[in-house]
Nanobody, 123 residues
Framework: QPQLVESGGGLVQPGGSLRLSCVDS????????VGWFRQAPGKEREGISC????????EYKDSVKGRFTISRDDVKNMAYLQMNSLKIEDTAIYYC????????????????WGQGTQVTVSS
């Protein structure tokens, strides 16, 4: 059973950067796809970026392309999301997820979740 823990969230001004981290302390992350998702108040959880097993393929939501970068370090069982040029609309709780064989970067395709980390972009 994967045990995911996210960290790195916080309060940042528009235009700033944050780097989110996700560690899997209970499973072997290298065998699975990893994704970052976010959920704002009153909205559904949405896929932001996903990276395939082995890191060969990445996928980004249009609104974060060119600003966010997903990566993974399977030796450390870690995944990361580098977020640059943050906007107010990026404010949400960010979740790391593991997908066994996801067909897309959609929350419905991912089955293991961390507790989330809050990202607030505000001046």
């Amino acid at each position: 059973q994967p045990q995911l823990v996210e960290s790195g969230g916080g309060l940042v001004q528009p235009g700033g950067s944050l780097r989110l981290s996700c560690v899997d302390s209970g499973y072997n992350m290298r065998h699975y796809s990893v994704g970052w998702f976010r959920q704002a108040p009153g909205k559904e959880r949405e896929g932001i970026s996903c990276i395939s097993r082995g890191g060969y393929n990445t996928e980004y939501k249009d609104s974060v392309k060119g600003r966010f970068t997903i990566s993974r370090d399977d030796v450390k069982n870690m995944a990361y999301l580098q977020m640059n040029s943050l906007k107010i609309e990026d404010t949400a709780i960010y979740y790391c997820g593991i997908g066994v064989d996801p067909r897309s970067c959609d929350a419905d395709e991912y089955h293991y979740w961390g507790q989330g980390t809050q990202v607030t972009v505000s001046s």
